[in-house]
Each structure stands twice: as structure tokens, then as C-alpha cells.
């Protein structure tokens, strides 16, 4: 069975802080790492992906991938309130596929 | 921005009636998804679409469901005899493919549609 492991949450931090949003897989063939934030009610969003160990950044947001540990993370940089969301942790399992696997996500709560 | 739409946004139906759910991918997309998120739970991978054919499924993906694509713009969803257990928020996805040396992976979903059977 391939997962995705995800910290159920909730992750609070307060406003401005840095919040760190972990992810574990578990098949090596794992290829291609992404993120989604999901408001409470509404679709995934896709927020960062990522291919290359190493770090990607894009704004506030950092995605960070180590093949080795089969982790992936996500640090959103000065927090604020309306980052409050369920953050769903997606991989790409395997060569010539598609279909992406989902964490249960992480909830985060940014305290004003 | 260029987005996925989907209709309708909320479908009731009775046990053992057929639903279609629609989807209008990103229009330069060639890769088309469904997925379903039940309540609570994790967002599951149904089934993906290319070139006017399945390229993959997923167990739950069985013969009570299937896909289509009846036009150049639309992406179908068809439940035959719904379960009690198919209700769900269903997601359309896209993502594009490019011919060149890298390939493109990143799915953009549709808003949804809430799927209950009573």
C-alpha cells in the first residue's frame, strides 16, 4: 500500500512565525511532490510543487525534499490568518502514472 | 486566470439513479482527473483521461462508473446505480503535457460537486 503521512494537526502558530508542515512517504518510485491548501468546504489549491531534492521557493511558501528520508515539507514564511487551512501533502507514485496519492493534511491555525 | 469548471456545484439524487458529473477542463490541458473526497477523509484518486481513453484507475473505479469526453470541451463523470456510500465531493482535475524534454504533473482542480444519495 503506497501512503503519504501527514501530521493530522492542529499546527498553531501565530501571525508572523514561520510554520513547518511535515510529509513522509512511503514507496521510493515517488517522483514528483506537491502541496495543496484546502479551505474548509472547498477544492484543493495547488500551492508549490516540487521534483529535485533540495529546496524550492516561491514567495513565502518552500518546499523542501529529501529522497533519501522519503520526506517532503512545506515552511510558509510570516504566517498569516488567512493561511488557516488544511495543507494536503500529494505524490506522484511511480514512472508513466499520474494519479496523485493524498495525505490526510495537516490543519494549520494562524493565531492573530 | 484559466480555471476548471464544474456543474453542477451541489447534486441530490435517490439510490440506484444515474448521475453525471461535468467538468470543463483548462482548455490547453490534455490530462483530465476525477477524484472524491468523502467527508472527513482523504482526497481519492478515481480515474485519469487522455487521448479519449482511460490511461488509469483506481479500485474504486469500477464498473458502475465511467468517464467521457463528448465534445472538445467537456470531461463527464457517469455514476450508473448510486450507493449510498458514492456520496462525495467529486474533483475535476487538469494538467497539461508538453512535448518537450520536461513534462507537466501539476493538477489544477475544479471547485467541486457535492454529490449526496439519499
Known amino acids: 500500500q503506497k501512503e503519504v503521512e501527514q501530521n493530522s494537526g492542529p499546527l498553531s502558530v501565530p501571525e508572523g512565525a514561520i510554520a513547518s508542515l511535515n510529509c513522509t512517504y512511503s514507496?521510493?518510485?515517488?517522483?514528483?511532490f506537491f502541496w495543496y491548501r484546502q479551505y474548509s468546504g472547498k477544492s484543493p489549491e495547488l500551492i508549490m510543487f516540487?521534483?529535485?531534492?533540495g529546496d524550492k521557493e516561491d514567495g513565502r511558501f518552500t518546499a523542501q525534499l529529501n529522497k533519501a528520508s522519503q520526506y517532503v515539507s512545506l515552511l510558509i514564511r510570516d504566517s498569516q490568518p488567512s493561511d488557516s487551512a488544511t495543507y494536503l501533502c500529494?505524490?506522484?507514485?511511480?514512472?508513466?502514472?499520474?494519479?496523485?496519492?493524498f495525505g490526510s493534511g495537516t490543519r494549520l491555525q494562524v493565531q492573530p | 486566470e484559466p480555471e476548471v469548471t464544474q456543474t453542477p456545484s451541489h447534486q441530490v439524487t435517490q439510490m440506484g439513479q444515474e448521475v453525471i458529473l461535468r467538468c470543463v477542463p483548462i482548455s490547453n490541458h490534455l490530462y483530465f482527473y476525477w477524484y472524491r473526497q468523502i467527508l472527513g477523509q482523504k482526497v481519492e484518486f478515481l480515474v485519469s483521461f487522455y487521448n479519449n481513453e482511460i490511461s488509469e484507475k483506481s479500485e474504486i473505479f469500477d464498473d458502475q462508473f465511467s468517464v467521457e469526453r463528448p465534445d472538445g470541451s467537456n470531461f463527464t463523470l457517469k455514476i450508473r446505480s448510486t450507493k449510498l456510500e458514492d456520496s462525495a465531493m467529486y474533483f475535476c482535475?487538469?494538467?497539461?503535457?508538453?512535448?518537450?524534454?520536461?513534462?507537466?504533473?501539476?493538477?489544477?482542480f475544479g471547485p467541486g460537486t457535492r454529490l449526496t444519495v439519499t
Open positions: 516540487i521534483y529535485s531534492n
Open positions: 500529494a505524490v506522484k507514485i511511480g514512472a508513466g502514472r499520474r494519479a496523485l496519492t
Open positions: 482535475a487538469s494538467s497539461a503535457v508538453f512535448t518537450g524534454l520536461f513534462d507537466s504533473y501539476e493538477q489544477y
Open positions: 514507496d521510493r518510485g515517488s517522483q514528483s
